[in-house]
């Protein structure tokens, strides 16, 4: 069983000025695939590339997300 705070640690909170359920979603799966580039997130999302291209930049702006190479991954 897990405990609460091994849950904490796993996933650090859903940044609080992320109001659109798509942000989130793209954020929540970057932070658990530890990266993904736009065709995955497309991909295992089942969103559209410029769905995807529109949330990812949104994020970037916001500092929440980083470009790395070809792939995005939650900001440090």
């Not at 640690?9 to 000025?17: G, H, T, Y």
């Not at 658990?32 to 970037?60: D, F, P």
């Not at 997300?65 to 792939?71: F, L, P, Q, Y």
Request: proline share 3%; charged share 25%.
């Amino acid at each position: 069983m897990v405990s609460q705070t091994q849950r904490q640690k796993a996933f650090d909170p859903i940044p609080d000025d992320l109001e659109s359920a798509r942000a989130k979603l793209v954020y929540l799966y970057l932070e658990v695939a530890g990266g993904a580039t736009v065709e995955e997130v497309g991909e295992r999302l089942a969103m559209k590339k410029i769905n995807v291209l529109s949330v990812l930049g949104s994020l970037v702006e916001a500092g929440h997300v980083e470009k790395r190479e070809s792939a995005y991954a939650v900001a440090n």
